[in-house]
């Protein structure tokens, strides 16, 4: 007996006696299980496709295409465990419509179609997935790329799919184990130098599963670890002055002493300016450590049952450390005394380009630390049985939970440090402007305490995904297929907020600590200007740890400035009270920003393929309509408002009201959603498509929450504010359709194009007025649906070609993927629709580039990805804030140095691009971010 077959064979019967229970019995009738699938047409291969390399990978995605009933776009792993990308995020930027948000220049949220947040919808492996972010979103960078096989962007729904997503469905599936050929084995490691950093660290991955020598049973197992630090320098700013933008809060000026009195003499002294209001250096150094592993175990104890048990655990830990100093360019109220702008230049247009500040010149030095500590994990279990040719049910359970711990682990630690002067120049043709520092900071220097904040959001989401689905096969005529099944979805996302009760318990040199009762040593106490400051002691100051301050840019910034050491600062508010310390500094619960919010959503859905021929060209219909209710339950703590007093200054008496007590809501709503794939074959290799749907995307979670934040200091209309949650939320609904043109030409080649629309009936959004609220009129900000809604319409185009039939040897190795996306967004409301500004966060036009050559052993790969301008901010200080166009350069290449080693290298964004964005003008800089290169080389082996 085979020792092998023997062990394998008995680890399956225990992992699926308890799981498979009476339902042997009723498998007495089976056909083969190959022949049936419930992910619909495009799983229904003719063929068995090995994919190895890089042309091999294109024809698999291409034929997965080709075969799908609805518009589905997919990237397929080039080999057993590998992708060309460091993670899921920037494996699915290559794909048309599919643009990417960066997290110091690492991919992170994917926008698809220009549609991003809450309005898609991430599974795996067809299940839901828990996610550790706060809202809908989906982090990416969480999930390693080694251990995923195929990524699958269904850009229109069918009945069978998961609702929710107005923008997509994003399916990331994990190998089964019975696909291998046998005992598999392949691990790769690598070490990657971070050119901002200097530091090298290490990567690995492995995959290793085996089948049994009957080809029944498999075992898969997989694991990423990586490691690294990222550095990125940055530049911020806010508050362009405008005439068309008016004066005011939203808008501010640079004062200028003209005639050299000491002081600024009204309006006549504040212009306009190019030099910003606020200003903003900033090193942020964050090492992030990544750990992954799969296990699937797939078992067909007989020739009509298929069970599998699968799992995924994600660990994704950063620290997040910002170094930064500010500072402002005008009179503030926290500025210390009035500081004296002298040395005007003005430009063509009147404004200010070059200055001087001295007098009370003061630079703030921040610490921001924003770490993530999170999990992610997904178990599941799914069973098929194959009742006879024509029928088959298949039953699937999957539990998922993501995490993110922070009970207040967030700082935002600001000391005041005073200079004699600061020369700023933007006059001299750069992007930024000339910064110089009298003196330059250092860690000597002495600097008062000020602010000292400590937040921290934690959260838990729990998802239970149930199906039950069954698949019926006719044996001919004109109905081919009928998917119908019924699910269940419970999912439960809690969020604890933590923060610091007074953060600016130590400014001001004991004042607020005098307020408050607390008694204190004043014996470090010093003066500077309007304000009297702790000295913070010496010891507390970390010297600066980087250099070459924003390498690639021309302009002159601060020299390197030192940083805190957290604990001893903390250390030192302690000696002079500890009890404020911990009551005021140290993050504590707040009640009021916890809650939770529970969906179950009941499903049950039913499509129709229908295949025949029109003029003898064979047609397939998918008709399908998936009916839903959502039942929605919220609890968390508000400010009880039936508490509240209000005085003749309008303020209310006592603090009674500021006690939380409990609020809980519950409500359902249904939606009945239909949908229409209709495919025809012009040719074996022509293919239209048409698609329609009606589509939905549900509240974001902050909306759901039970919430009452009521402000009795700044009022609106004469009336104090109140924003307010609305737990009965519904959720949007649009229409959309797809038309395509798809020609398959070869097996790795094709083009094709495509126009969608989608036609959104209403927004969720902030609405605001007076509402009364426990017998006193506030006015009220609140989510409700807008009056008006939006259409997004756009066409995507894809041209991927391998040369390998058209050029000779050695030049027959070359090939091309291209694609291009225009998306335009109209709202429909008269006001937005005047302002003429699109979606936040859409770009109008987006392309990808890649260049690969396989030939000979040797693999390499050329990608370019670019974006058009997107809008940030529609309501920004000055003006709509833009991030500007961004491209980045990628590339990898590999050589098989046997059939089972290779070594590889890989490098991004190799031409160390700049990431910024401005005010209404782009000379008007507001952000400006480099993050460098990364280059890596690394060993692949496979037994």
């Known amino acids: ?122 599974t795996l492996n067809g299940r839901k997935l828990a996610s550790e972010n706060a809202g809908r979103d989906f982090n990416f960078d969480t999930i390693a790329s080694e251990l995923v096989s195929v990524l699958q962007v269904y850009k229109s729904p069918e009945a069978r799919l998961i609702e929710g997503g107005i923008g997509a469905v994003v399916d990331i599936e994990t190998r089964k184990p019975l696909d291998l050929e046998g005992f598999t084995l392949s691990a790769s490691a690598k070490g990657i130098y971070e050119s901002r950093t200097e530091d090298v660290h290490p990567h690995a991955s492995f995959i290793v599963g085996d089948v049994s020598e009957d080809e029944t049973f498999g075992i898969l197992f997989s694991g990423a670890y990586s490691k690294k630090t990222l550095r990125a320098d940055t530049y911020s700013a806010a508050g362009f002055f405008d005439e068309e933008e008016g004066w005011g809060a939203d808008s501010a000026g640079v004062p200028v002493d003209m005639n050299g009195n000491g002081q600024i003499d009204g309006q006549e002294e504040i212009f306009a300016s190019k030099i910003p209001s606020y200003m903003y250096f900033a090193n942020a150094q964050d090492t992030r450590e990544r750990l992954g592993a799969t296990l699937a175990l797939q078992w067909r104890p007989l020739e009509n049952l298929d069970i599998n048990f699968d799992a995924l655990y994600s660990r994704y830990n950063t620290d997040g450390h910002h170094y930064q ?107 930024l402007p000339d910064v110089v520092l009298q003196p330059g900071l250092t860690a000597e220097q002495p600097y008062g305490a000020h602010y000292s904040r400590n937040t921290g959001t934690g959260v838990e989401d ?79 100051f970390v010297p600066a740890n ?192 797809d038309m395509t043109l798809e020609w398959y030409f070869e097996d790795s080649s094709s083009l094709s194009g495509g126009v969608f629309i989608k036609d959104i009936d209403s927004f969720i959004e902030y609405v605001e007025g007076p509402l009364e609220v426990e017998g006193i009129r506030y006015f009220a900000s609140y989510p409700g649906k807008s009056e008006f809604g939006a259409r997004i319409k756009g066409v995507e185009l894809a041209y991927q070609q391998s040369l390998q039939n058209w050029l000779p040897e050695p030049f027959n190795g070359l090939g091309f993927q291209l694609n291009y996306t225009y998306v335009d967004s109209n709202y429909e409301d008269p006001e937005l629709k005047a302002a003429g500004l699109p979606f936040q966060g859409m770009s109008k036009n987006s392309y990808n580039a890649v260049v690969y050559y396989e030939q000979y052993g040797f693999q390499a790969r050329i990608a370019y990805n670019w974006r058009s301008k997107f809008l940030s901010d529609p309501e920004a200080w000055g003006g709509p804030y833009w991030i500007s166009d961004y491209g980045q350069l990628d590339a990898s290449m590999s050589y098989d140095i046997t059939d089972k080693i290779s070594v590889f290298a890989e490098a991004t964004n190799l031409t160390n691009e700049r990431y910024w964005g401005y005010v209404k003008r782009e000379d008007q800089v507001s952000y400006l971010e480099r993050f460098g290169t990364q280059v890596a080389l690394g060993v692949r082996a496979s037994f």
Not at 85 to 108: K, M, S, Y
Not at 495 to 516: I, K, M, P, T, V
């Open 462 to 540: 729990k998802i239970n995904d149930f199906k039950l689905k069954g698949v019926y096969q006719p044996d001919n005529g004109l109905l081919s297929r009928v998917d119908f099944g019924v699910t269940y979805l419970d999912q439960s996302k809690t969020q604890l907020e933590y923060a610091s009760r007074n953060s600016s318990q130590f400014s001001n040199g004991g004042q607020y600590l005098e307020r408050d009762g607390y008694a204190y040593d004043d014996s470090s106490v010093f003066n500077a200007g309007d304000f009297n400051l702790f000295e913070i002691p010496k010891e507390v």
């Open 546 to 737: 980087f250099d070459n301050f924003l390498d690639g840019e021309p302009s002159r910034t601060p020299e390197p400035w030192p940083s805190f050491d957290y604990d001893r600062l903390l250390d030192f508010y302690r000696s002079i009270n500890a009890e404020a310390t911990d009551a005021s500094i140290v993050a504590s619960l707040n009640e009021s920003g916890t809650y939770e919010v529970q969906e179950r959503v009941t499903t049950g859905y039913i499509q129709f393929n229908l295949e025949d021929e029109i003029a003898e060209l064979p047609y397939l219909l998918n008709v399908g309509l998936r009916a839903s209710r959502t039942e929605v339950s919220s609890q968390g703590s508000v400010y009880d408002l039936t508490l509240i007093d209000l005085q003749e200054d309008g303020k209310p008496a006592g603090n009674a009201w500021r006690d939380p007590v409990p609020s809980s809501f519950s409500g359902d709503y249904s939606n009945v959603l239909p949908s229409l794939n209709f495919k025809l074959n012009l040719t074996d290799e022509l293919l239209y498509r048409f698609s329609v749907a009606k589509v939905i995307s549900r509240p974001s979670l902050g909306y759901l929450r039970p919430w009452l934040a009521p402000n009795f200091d700044t009022y609106r209309e004469g009336l104090p504010q109140l924003s307010m949650g609305k737990p009965g939320m519904e959720p949007e609904e649009a229409k959309q359709a």
């Open 325 to 431: 100093i500010g500072f402002v360019n005008y009179d503030e109220s926290w500025t210390p005394g009035t500081p004296v702008f002298t040395d005007a230049v003005f430009d063509d247009s009147g404004r200010v380009v070059s200055m001087k500040q001295t007098g009370n010149t003061m630079v703030e030095l921040l610490n921001l630390t924003n770490p993530r500590k999170t999990d992610t994990y997904q178990l599941a279990f799914n069973t098929q049985w194959f009742f006879n040719e024509q029928l088959s049910f298949e039953l699937d359970l999957a539990h998922s939970k993501a995490d993110n711990e922070n009970a207040g682990d967030n700082r935002f630690i600001v000391a005041r440090g005073f200079i004699d002067a600061i020369d700023i120049n933007h006059n001299t043709g750069n992007m």
């Open 1 to 122: 007996m085979n020792s092998t077959y023997f062990k394998t064979s008995r680890l399956a019967a225990c992992v699926s006696a308890g799981l498979v229970g009476v339902t042997l019995s009723y498998a007495a009738h089976a056909q083969d299980p190959q022949a049936q699938s419930d992910s619909g047409e495009s799983e229904q291969k003719v063929e068995k496709i090995q994919v190895s390399g890089i042309r091999s990978s294109i024809k698999e995605s291409l034929y997965l295409k080709q075969k799908a009933t609805s518009v589905v776009d997919l990237v397929v792993a080039d080999d057993i465990g590998k992708f060309p990308d460091e993670n899921l995020a920037e494996a699915l930027q290559r794909i048309p419509g599919i643009t990417i948000t960066r997290n110091g220049g690492e991919g992170q949220n994917i926008l698809i179609r220009g549609l991003g947040g809450g309005y898609n919808i991430t």
